[in-house]
């Protein structure tokens, strides 16, 4: 991983790492195969790393790859790198398949993810190193409904309550809201009734 290292700042790695452990920390409550697991720590360790790559980059990496994104991600630059972080792994890495999925859509969802996907984009959130409100808020959130409820209901509350403070937020400072974290959204409400009740 020399080169994720010489992408990222040091805080930056040590988010990355962060995020593999708790994914691996939780990996065990869902029966995740050995191969799940490698695939979701490889993600783990790449989801960031065009993390801090300046808005032109980013372009240039979709550019390259003929990728046209819709006008509502374009214009959400803290979103664009999980999109383009998968396209770089891929370049960099041969990543492809799960991996790819899991780094594309760490950071809005998007409809029907997979445990993996789940547990990337909750443990981004919540890894420990992360201390806003938060971040400290979803965490505990999570944490008491693990002992409250099913593990796989648990997840799936988290990435909620996780969703809609991302789509409040947005609400709030007048930003566009991705039209991924709405469907996904969605999926979870339309798929999971529980959460209605």
Request: proline share 4%; aromatic share 8%.
């Amino acid at each position: 991983m020399g080169y994720l290292k010489l992408r990222l700042s040091e805080k930056r790695y040590s988010h990355v790492c962060s995020v593999a452990d708790e994914c691996m920390r939780y990996s065990d409550l869902f029966s995740l195969s050995d191969s799940q697991k490698a695939d979701l720590y490889t993600a783990s360790l790449l989801h960031d790393i065009t993390k801090e790559e300046p808005l032109q980059e980013h372009i240039s990496i979709l550019k390259r790859n003929k990728i046209t994104l819709p006008e509502d991600e374009m214009q959400s630059p803290l979103t664009l790198h999980a999109r383009t972080g998968a396209l770089l792994a891929k370049e960099k890495y041969g990543i492809n398949g799960d991996i790819f999925s899991m780094i594309d859509a760490h950071t809005t969802g998007k409809e029907n993810m997979s445990v993996c996907e789940k547990l990337l984009f909750l443990c981004d959130f919540i890894e420990p190193k992360r201390t806003n409100p938060a971040c400290r808020r979803l965490r505990d959130f999570f944490l008491n409904n693990l002992k409250a409820m099913p593990a796989y209901t648990a997840l799936d509350s988290a990435l909620l309550e996780s969703m809609d403070s991302t789509i409040r937020y947005l609400v709030d400072e007048k930003r566009p809201i991705s039209q991924r974290t709405i469907r996904a959204r969605n999926f979870i409400l339309q798929t999971k009734g529980y959460l209605l009740k």
